[in-house]
């Protein structure tokens, strides 16, 4: 398995655009997570799935950020519109049964820039 | 609500110095613990978990961490760390039966050599 695949892996943007960033988590693996890193907060966790359906989205920052799992191999997470404080890495990470104590499988995350 | 504290904002050590870093989780019942690491342009990785058992845990690359649960700590250690130890290193708790992993803050880590 080539493991968890994010795209793009860097994404440049003007303030007010749609932003859209993908995941392709590994296969087999029944809960993904979304999450966001600062240098001033850490590791943010933003929302995630378990089956495809979203089980807690308690850190979405607010209403510009949407994420959605049409099925078991696809994800995104879109904001829109887009503001320079939106700028972070965003990392998507698998796990087969997080709730067992199975460790989480990173992709190499997308660096968000927004001018 | 789970919550990772990780007091230790930057640590320089100079090589063969020994480390511990801190991580306090917030009370919750049963948890699983682990510290990931997330080397200079690299996706963040497993160093080592604590599901159940023996609380002294032993991970990747020397480092082990030490579960004490009455004081609700992770704290990870290394007797004698090497200049390739520069890096991030997270600490994150989810409680058994429960998918959502929280991690604290990070810590950084820079290796004089």
């Known amino acids: 398995d080539a493991g968890v695949i994010q795209s793009p892996r860097h994404e440049v943007t003007e303030m007010g655009q749609e932003v859209t960033l993908r995941c392709k988590p590994i296969s087999g693996h029944n809960s993904l997570f979304w999450y966001r890193q600062t240098m001033m907060r850490g590791l943010e966790l933003l929302i995630y799935f378990n089956n495809n359906v979203p089980i807690d989205d308690s850190g979405m920052p607010e209403d510009r950020f949407s994420a959605k799992m049409p099925n078991a191999s696809f994800s995104t997470l879109k904001i829109q519109p887009s503001e320079p404080r939106d700028s972070a890495v965003y990392f998507c990470a698998s796990s087969l049964r997080p709730d067992r104590g199975e460790k989480l499988f990173f992709g190499s995350g997308t660096q968000l820039s927004v001018l | 609500a789970q919550s990772v504290s990780q007091h230790n904002h930057h640590v320089i050590l100079s090589e063969a110095a020994s480390l511990e870093l801190g991580c306090n989780y917030s009370?919750?019942?049963?948890?699983?613990l682990f510290w990931y690491v997330q080397y200079p342009g690299q996706h963040l990785q497993l160093l080592l978990k604590?599901?159940?058992?023996?609380?002294l845990v032993k991970g990747i690359k020397g480092f082990e961490a030490e579960f004490i649960k009455s004081k609700f700590s992770f704290n990870l250690r290394k007797p004698s760390v090497q200049w390739s130890d520069t890096a991030e290193y997270f600490c994150?708790?989810?409680?058994?039966?429960?998918?959502?992993?929280?991690f604290g803050t990070g810590t950084r880590l820079t290796i004089i050599p």
């Open positions: 009370y919750g019942g049963t948890v699983n």
């Open positions: 604590y599901f159940s058992g023996d609380p």
């Open positions: 994150a708790v989810n409680f058994f039966g429960n998918e959502k992993l929280t």
